[in-house]
């Protein structure tokens, strides 16, 4: 796993899965897209698959969060934000949102799930 998390804007509205891998795994967000042979919104599938095939450990379950004390060190977050459903990353106390930014708690959103990342 990375050691530090280098921030990415996803690069247009549907992209927030394509950053979220891309600052998990140091791969450009452009060659992310390339290899899942997608520019569009991603689904969990695509997600796990990408991280597993790049050596990273993900949970099979999902599990749901109310508050920030909830997550574990790393995970894949899954947000129900005011417009969609939308990937975010928690790492090390820290979110890192690819619409929204860097912040220290979940940006707006009702419904909370994550996947444990080792």
Sequence with gaps: MINEIKYI???TDLQCGQAVLAMLTGIDV?????QLDNSRETNLKEMKSFLRANGFEISDE???AENKGD???TCLLSLETPRCWHWSLYSCETFYDPEHGVMQDFPVCN??????IK
């Design 62 to 64: 999902r599990r749901c």
């Design 71 to 73: 997550l574990p060190k």
């Design 111 to 116: 419904r909370k799930y994550y996947w444990e």
């Design 9 to 11: 804007h996803e690069p």
């Design 30 to 34: 452009f060659e992310v897209a390339k």
